[in-house]
C-alpha cells in the first residue's frame, strides 16, 4: 500500500505464473525444466488446473485433444477463418474469427455432455442405481434445458462417428489399467443405450460426448472443457486459414456469388 493506494503488484494476482527477467516459473517448475521433458498435453493440464498428469492419464487427454482438431470447412469455425482470411486480415485474426464461433450450438456440446455425465455421477455417488441415475438425468435434462442430448447423434456421421469408438477404447484400457475410474465411460454407454430404447434406433456416442468421457474421467470442469475443445479445433483454424491463405481469393462469402439469396422481405 502507497499512500492510501493499492500496490500496483496486487493489481494481477495469479497462481499461474511467477516471471522476472531470466526467470520463468510455470505452477512452481521453472520452464526449463519442462521443455523437452513434459509433452504439450500435460503442460495444458498443467497450466489450466495445476495438476500433474501421469504419462498414461496425459495420453488419454492428447487423444481427445487430436481427435477434435477439424471437421472440414463446412463447420463454421473453419469456414469463418477462411472467409475471414480472404478479407486481408492476418492468420491471427483468422484464428479469432473461428474461435468465436464456438459457442453453445457449435463447439459447446461436449463442455454440456459433461454436465450430463457429472449430474448422473453425482446422483450414483448419492445411492441412486446407474439405471435410476440415466434416466432421471435425462429426463431432467430434457425438461430444463434441450429436447436434444449433447454428445449424441451426428449430422454428418448418422450411424457411427468414427472418433468416438477408438477414444472409449483408450479410456477402457486405462480402465483396466487403474489408470482412470471407468464411470464417465459407463454413464455414458448407459446413456447411449437409454437413448436408443426411447427412439427405437441407436444414437450413438459422438466426439463431444466421447472427449466429456475423457475430460471427465481427469476430472476437468465442465466449463474448462470446452475451453480445452477450443484448443484442440484451434490446429484445424489455423490450418484451414493458412491454406486459404497459400490458395488465394479474395472476400470469399460463404457461397458462390452466382448462388444469390432467398429475399423474403417487402
Not at 45 to 50: D, H, Q
Not at 88 to 108: K, P
Not at 166 to 189: F, N, S, T
Not at 206 to 222: Q, R, S
Request: aromatic letters at 6%; hydrophobic letters at 40%; one cysteine or more.
Amino acid at each position: 500500500m502507497t499512500d492510501g493506494r493499492p500496490d500496483p503488484g496486487d493489481w494481477w494476482r495469479t497462481s499461474i505464473i511467477d516471471t522476472e527477467p531470466g526467470r520463468i516459473v510455470i505452477r512452481g517448475r521453472p520452464v526449463e525444466e519442462l521443455i523437452g521433458t513434459w509433452t504439450f498435453a500435460q503442460v495444458i493440464w498443467l497450466m489450466t488446473t495445476g495438476e500433474e498428469l501421469t504419462a498414461a492419464r496425459a495420453k488419454l487427454l492428447e487423444a481427445a485433444l487430436v481427435a477434435a482438431v477439424d471437421h472440414g470447412p463446412h463447420a463454421p469455425s473453419i469456414a469463418a477463418a477462411r472467409m475471414a482470411i480472404t478479407c486481408g486480415v492476418g492468420i491471427n485474426n483468422a484464428l479469432a474469427s473461428g474461435v468465436n464461433m464456438l459457442g453453445d450450438v457449435h463447439g459447446g456440446a461436449g463442455e454440456q455432455a459433461l454436465e450430463l455425465f457429472t449430474e448422473i455421477s453425482e446422483a450414483m455417488e448419492g445411492g441412486r442405481s446407474a439405471e435410476v441415475a440415466v434416466a432421471e438425468g435425462l429426463d431432467r435434462w430434457q425438461r430444463e434445458r434441450t429436447a436434444y442430448v449433447p454428445g449424441y447423434g451426428h449430422r454428418f456421421h448418422k450411424s457411427l462417428d468414427p472418433r468416438a469408438l477408438p477414444l472409449l477404447g483408450l479410456v477402457d484400457e486405462a480402465a483396466e489399467a487403474g489408470d482412470v475410474i471407468g464411470r464417465h465411460a459407463k454413464i455414458a454407454r448407459s446413456v447411449e443405450k437409454a437413448l436408443a430404447d426411447e427412439k427405437g434406433r441407436p444414437v450413438p456416442l459422438n466426439i463431444d460426448g466421447a472427449t466429456a468421457v475423457i475430460f471427465g474421467e481427469l476430472g476437468c470442469p465442465p466449463a474448462l472443457a470446452r475451453g480445452l475443445f477450443c484448443l484442440s479445433r484451434s490446429v484445424g483454424i489455423v490450418a484451414h486459414a493458412w491454406e486459404q491463405s497459400v490458395q488465394g481469393g479474395r472476400n470469399k462469402g460463404p457461397v458462390p456469388p452466382e448462388y444469390g439469396l432467398t429475399y423474403d422481405g417487402p
